[in-house]
């Protein structure tokens, strides 16, 4: 068995730093807008933005549970398709892959 320690490290890490800022970005929702009209209208931009860097780090905080599981169960690196081990360059580019790139093509 592989040990992919090193890798679950770096995702704890990049964890971290997504909940640091999803939490930022709810506080930012809670503030109240402001009572100007032109404020407020760059707000609602704004804030619309947040909710949406808060649900892509909602998603990849999900994708990082999901490999660290995979890890601890000895599954990480295995194509979920068809088996095979994925390549460890794929795995460094995009650690949370669950497919070889053969399968994630769609062969
Ligand atoms: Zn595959």
Known sequence: MKDH???????RARMARLSERVERLE?????PLDPDFAEQATGMEASEANE???GASRAEMAQIRAALGRIEDGTYG????????IAPARLEALPFAQQCIDCARGR
């Open 5 to 11: 320690q090193h890798i679950a490290e770096s995702l």
């Open 27 to 31: 506080e930012d929702l809670r503030q």
């Open 52 to 54: 949406a860097l808060e």
């Open 78 to 85: 295995i194509c979920v398709s068809c088996g095979e081990a």
